[in-house]
């Protein structure tokens, strides 16, 4: 029974270039997230879909960034034009269509814009 | 709007001391989900405990404790005979119910360091 899985787990990039992010979530969950967190904070929510579809995005999410999950499994989350201030743990978690159902997390992507 | 206050930035103990993590939250949902996490330095999120807000009845697993408290917004969290590999950083959170209130949102967490 595997978990949640996200690749890569550390991205160094230079500013203004582009970087695209994987998250696999549990087989069976519909339902996925994206989260990010910076250091001494907790996670902030980004946006998050069920099946396919974005159902919502939150502020944090900039024009440079896009989400998709094209075909209700995995999802990439890419920012484009990155800057020093994206520098942060993207977090993937999934859950069950239920309402009581909790999220689980994957290990993170780590991201280090110079 | 939702807010999770985790006012306990650290704390340090010794082992087998216990200790109590404060949570205080604010919703207008009259239904929500409030949840705590923890954050190893490996880095992952690890899910503990989910408790719904018309179950006010207290838990317990093992070494954990879990004190719900709605007149006060309350989700208090007791580590009884705290052990080294207790040490981490922890996260309460807090979900609406349904569609768009899927998203957690989490307080600053309380980093909690365990020596011998």
């Known amino acids: 029974d595997t978990g949640v899985s996200q690749d890569p787990r550390h991205k160094i990039t230079k500013r203004g270039q582009n970087v695209t992010f994987r998250c696999d979530p549990i087989s069976e969950h519909n339902r996925l997230y994206w989260y990010r967190q910076t250091l001494g904070q907790g996670p902030e929510f980004l946006t998050y879909f069920q099946n396919e579809a974005q159902l919502e995005k939150s502020r944090l999410l900039s024009d440079r960034f896009s989400a998709e999950r094209p075909k209700g499994s995995f999802s990439t989350l890419e920012i484009q034009r990155t800057e020093q201030g994206d520098s942060a743990m993207y977090l993937c978690?999934?859950?069950?269509?239920?309402?009581?159902?909790?999220?689980?997390f994957g290990p993170g992507t780590r991201l280090t814009v110079t | 709007a939702q807010k999770v206050t985790q006012a306990q930035t650290e704390i340090s103990v010794v082992e087998k001391e216990d200790v109590t993590l404060d949570c205080v939250y604010e919703t207008r949902d009259t239904t929500y989900y409030l949840f705590w996490y923890k954050q190893p330095p490996s880095g992952e999120l690890v899910f503990l405990i989910r408790?719904?807000?018309?179950?006010?009845q207290n838990e317990i697993s093992g070494r954990y404790s879990w004190n719900f408290q709605k007149s006060t917004s309350s989700f208090n969290f007791t580590i009884t005979a705290s052990q080294v590999v207790d040490s981490a950083v922890y996260f309460c959170?807090?979900?609406?119910?349904?569609?768009?209130?899927?998203?957690?949102?989490f307080g600053t967490g309380t980093r909690l360091q365990v020596t011998l």
């Open positions: 408790r719904n807000s018309f179950d006010e």
């Open positions: 959170a807090l979900r609406g119910r349904g569609g768009t209130a899927s998203k957690l949102t």
């Open positions: 978690a999934s859950s069950l269509l239920v309402d009581l159902s909790e999220q689980y």
